[in-house]
């Protein structure tokens, strides 16, 4: 599978404005890349030398199995930004919402432990 990188260049981008691309949009992906370009694409900078801040630097390598530098991080959950409460979905959300009258909320990357069987039982009760 060919990397951001060589997606864009395949499509005729140069590697300085592709590696430009893809630093500015913090390597969220070719789409992402190329929107940008084309959008960028007659800025007077474009295509002065672009390097890379160190620690951004795209690889000629593949990431090594469990090498996680290279991966974006997946939300799991989302978290209410006032109470710290973690919820699954759309619709816990805005029940939550609704209820406490909080407004803000933020992915995270915390995946929400499923309930033990006492704690089934205790919600249960209630």
């Not at 890349?33 to 801040?53: G, K, N, S, V």
């Not at 974006?72 to 816990?92: F, I, P």
């Not at 995270?108 to 704690?119: A, D, F, Q, R, V």
Request: aromatic share 4%.
């Amino acid at each position: 599978m060919p990397t951001d990188l060589e997606l864009l260049t395949e499509m005729g981008f140069s590697e300085n404005r592709s590696r430009r691309a893809l630093a500015t949009t913090k390597y969220k992906g070719a789409q992402v890349a190329m929107d940008w370009l084309f959008a960028h694409a007659d800025d007077p900078d474009i295509d002065d030398p672009f390097e890379e801040a160190p620690g951004q630097k795209l690889s000629d390598e593949p990431a090594a199995e469990g090498d996680n530098k290279t991966e974006t991080a997946e939300a799991k959950s989302v978290q209410c930004d006032e109470c710290g409460k973690k919820l699954r979905t759309q619709n816990d959300i805005m029940m939550h919402a609704s209820r406490t009258g909080h407004s803000g909320f933020s992915e995270s990357t915390e995946e929400i432990k499923p309930l033990t069987e006492e704690e089934k039982k205790e919600q249960l009760a209630k």
